[in-house]
């Protein structure tokens, strides 16, 4: 009785340390309350997180914590991530140790993101109410971000805006038949390669960024889709800024009113991915879909477009011996490629899936004992036939209304691993530090595919599994987070080149900004 009493005491001696804290808004000090806190446990090998809301008076609490090493981070709609000893708005938090039986009170101060304000004047400098605005990323084609709507002098706000660079365009405004504005970017441009770009920074908001939108003719599109059935068919009109959806009513048509000239893409019918042999989405028959591109100069009446049964792709996937593999047990992930950009990725499930035509592009994700060689299809239309640079590489490909593709998926079982420590200047590991991994083409000297992350162990140790051979560029650093091309060769990354099925050892040195 005694010995468990005094094994007691000691669990519950191990378990005491707590972390107390208090969220407050940075420019205010006010108290922010109801703000998800996490807590991460950076174990020798794995981390577990927590989490907790704040009161009404901005504190929270982590009891009955064991001694070690943790990160602590709070999320709040309207303000960036604040992490615990973060020394930019988006770079990792440091690590905090924690020691038995100890009460630790910290204070983390959130950061509200940026916005954009501005006036929708007329010619006379008046304000235009009940315009739309639009922001988008200042990328090729342009992101989409968000939207707002001029009030009764014009004025607009668009807030929750990360720092960067981005523009501004006003939607179409059809004020009679004889009088309308077509979209204008901000400075009074109609050309994208014109546009005057808007730099947002944290906890400010960009002024006076106005626009006063050209008159001009907007055009309409009326769209017919024929099909054997008269239930509602979704349509989707396509530009380079933004993606427009409509219904068609009982006589299968939809208008699409207001509309700048310009090149446009329009998705009918089925637009997801779906597995075979699920409920269909039309009331009779197969999932029917469309697909075509048209460049808009005038009003259209006459555009009618066929609905086809929405072609199965099937999927063979196989290791490089000739073994089949189990569908489940590779992720082929599929995103719709349009002229806005990129769409959410989707995972099929199984060895087919139905897939709408038009643009897509695929990328192959296997397990850490595994890695793709290449995926092959009649479809892929980019670089070399269906190769796979990486596990997390986009290849497009293209889905004709009357093709049955065939994806063939090809991986090998003996996959590369790189592991190593990360020391801090003192000689001691760097505990939760991130390591970013980049595979890089020595010969074309860029990198390939998307920028992999993983944190430090309690000993310092990281570990990346399930690669490629070739050429890896590494860097640790709580002074960045996912370092893009441009800044990777200020950071001294670390080259090493894993062979097929090798483990290399690649030890690393913090890296901190001078």
Sequence with gaps: MRLFLLLFALICSADAAVIKGIVLDNMTGRPLARTRVVLQ????DSITASSTSTGSNGQFEFDKLAAGWCLLSADRMGFATAHHGQKLWNS???????DEDSSTFLTLRMRRLGAITGTVFDENDVGLPQVDVLAFRDTRPPSFVARARSDDRGVYRIGMLEPGRYLIRTGPKRFSEDFNLVPTFH???LRLDEALPVDVRMEEYAGEVNVKPEPGKL???DVECAHPWFSPVPVLLVSETGRIRGTTNSAGRVSFHGLAPGQYEIFAGNQGIEAVGARAYWQYGEPQSAYTTLSLVRDREDLRVGLRPTPTMRFYIRDSGGTRIRPDAVSVWLRRKDLAGPGEPQRRTG????????R???RIETPPDMYPVSAASSSLRTGPPGIVAAADSWTEMVVWDSSAPILEVVVSRNPATIYGKVTAAVGAPAVGAPVYLERWDEREARRLGEIRRALTGAQGMFRFRGLAPGAYRLVSSFDFDAPGEDLMP???PKLVRAAEGGTVEANLDLFVMQ
């Design 41 to 44: 446990i950076v174990g020798r």
């Design 92 to 98: 990792p938090g440091m690590p905090l140790h924690i």
């Design 187 to 189: 400075r009074e441009t």
């Design 219 to 221: 055009v309409s599109l």
């Design 351 to 358: 060895a087919d899936a139905r897939i709408p035509p038009g």
């Design 360 to 362: 897509w592009e695929v």
């Design 490 to 492: 200020n950071v001294q």
